[in-house]
């Protein structure tokens, strides 16, 4: 039972802050966390696996939750990639080393019990489909080149490497509305029609060079 409680303890530390928000898991685990401090906990040891029970139910439903909202979001950026690939005709090999990563990244967040790591590990999603993007581009270019074509606009030839050029997606650059922002509130009407005019702003100029946008 000692070792099934600092396995417990170790498992749902990780997720205290969102147990908080269950007053019965939270107590539960307040408590067992006190009995594996405790230097004399002997008469404590039947209580172990009812608080456990206690907080199992509660945490597995959190974990649960935040993991199908992060593949929610990874699959959607494999459905952004898949649909990149499939306009450019690519290459099974091209596809591959695109949609491996976010792939890879699913997987982890599936097996993970921490909510603090899904949410990290979804952080991530946004990078790697930036990098996919870029090596859908990079192939295209590629294959414009090897058709002999000086620039998409000018492709006269026809086949993959066309279909590729013609449907290159664009570049993106990544925004953080919060980075936009002078100050950590909005107290009047007045900060809220600044801030929403520097996010215009900054939209129309990276629209404006060619770019798609990326919220993160």
Do not use: C
């Amino acid at each position: 039972s000692w070792r099934k409680l600092l396995a417990a303890a170790a498992r749902f530390t990780t997720n205290q802050a969102a147990l908080a928000g269950d007053a019965k898991a939270s107590a539960a685990l307040t408590e067992l966390l006190a009995v594996r401090e405790d230097p004399a906990p002997y008469g404590k040891i039947n209580r172990i696996e009812p608080l456990i029970a206690s907080i199992e139910a509660s945490n597995d439903h959190l974990v649960q939750g935040a993991r199908s909202a992060a593949i929610a979001g990874i699959d959607s950026k494999i459905i952004e990639v898949t649909q990149s690939l499939t306009k450019a005709s690519a290459s099974a090999e091209i596809s591959n080393v695109a949609l491996h990563p976010l792939q890879q990244l699913k997987i982890r967040i599936g097996e993970s019990a921490s909510i603090p790591e899904i949410k990290y590990l979804e952080q991530g999603g946004g990078q790697l489909l930036d990098e996919a993007m870029d090596q859908i581009i990079g192939w295209m270019q590629k294959q414009a080149a090897r058709t002999g074509a000086a620039t998409t606009s000018t492709m006269t030839t026809t086949g993959a490497g066309s279909k590729a050029a013609t449907h290159a997606p664009k570049p993106s650059q990544t925004v953080s509305p919060s980075e936009l922002a002078e100050r950590p509130y909005l107290e009047t009407e007045v900060e809220v029609d600044a801030y929403l005019e520097r996010l215009k702003e900054t939209f129309v100029a990276i629209l404006a060079s060619g770019k798609r946008i990326r919220i993160q």
